[in-house]
């Protein structure tokens, strides 16, 4: 059975997103990063005791897609892929809503991939669904600096500021963000920042709790953001306003071993 844990306006969801996704009303953005089907594992994590990522191989990863894509409901979305995934992801989106195009995050040094080849620099974003910008038009490529390895909740982490910079662009203050693959918990801290509520989902427990932990870190920071400035870029994000909130758990169908510091109460996503 999935558990739900509340903090704030955050509703954070332990289980696997094609249970619980039906259970879910409406929301006004999908922003997500799920599994590419790689395999995926640092070569720092190899031999030590890491393991890939859940629901990260090819087969698996399609089935899932196959499965989740639908359950969206239309809604406005962005997809984080890379460019061997996205025919696939174009194929399965294009059988249900409409694909608007691409767009892609300059990561500015090269990542994972073949040491005699060029280094793969960036990463896509498919825009599918009714997804409208807000603010100024931007163009369709934008650099953000990767999380240093050292500081990563999670082997592909996201940064933040891409993510708000996203979660602005394509919703209003007040509207409720869903990541059916939550990983860490980027997505959230994200809407957090910005002024949205979040619905969150992650299957593996280890990524589940951080991702609670740094929502409530995020929650729990008192800030003052305005929407009058979206831009691409670090330092070109402002968002609304932000007020402390304290966490709550809330349980559905069997409970289990809580968190610590919540009480018991709820899929993967790569960051």
């Known amino acids: 059975m999935a558990e739900k844990v ?122 599918c669904g009714p997804v409208k910008t807000r603010g100024s038009r931007d163009c369709s490529v934008f650099r953000y600096n990767t999380v240093p390895s050292n500081k990563r909740n999670h082997p592909t982490e996201k940064p933040v500021g891409l993510f708000e910079y996203l979660t602005l662009k394509a919703s209003d203050g007040g509207a409720t963000v869903l990541d059916p693959f939550m990983g860490s918990g980027t997505t959230g801290v994200a809407a957090v920042k910005t002024g949205r509520a979040f619905i969150g989902i992650e299957a593996d427990r280890a990524y589940f709790e951080t991702a609670c932990r740094r929502i409530e870190e995020a929650c729990s920071q008192p800030k003052l953001f305005e929407d009058a400035k979206v831009g691409a870029g670090e330092t070109a994000v402002q968002g609304d306003m932000l007020l402390p909130a304290n966490a709550k758990v809330s349980g559905a169908g069997t409970a289990s071993a809580g968190l610590p510091g919540y009480a018991a109460g709820g899929n993967g996503e790569r960051e």
């Not at 089907?37 to 994590?45: E, K, L, R, V």
């Not at 399609?62 to 809604?75: C, S």
Request: with cysteine; glycine share 10%; net charge negative.
């Open 6 to 127: 509340t903090i704030g306006n955050c509703e954070l969801w332990h289980g696997d997103c094609r249970e619980v996704l039906p259970l879910l009303p409406p929301v006004d953005l999908v922003l997500t990063d799920p599994p590419y089907g790689i395999t995926y594992q640092s070569n720092a994590g190899v031999g030590a005791g890491t393991q890939p990522i859940t629901n990260d191989g090819t087969r698996v990863s399609l089935r899932l897609y196959r499965a989740v894509i639908p359950m969206l409901r239309g809604a406005p979305t962005l997809w984080c892929t890379r460019w061997d995934a996205w025919p696939d992801v174009w194929e399965l989106f294009a059988a249900s809503m409409k694909v608007n195009g691409l767009l892609v995050w300059d990561k500015g040094t090269p990542g994972m991939g073949d040491l005699n080849h060029w280094g793969p620099s960036y990463e896509l974003i498919a825009s």
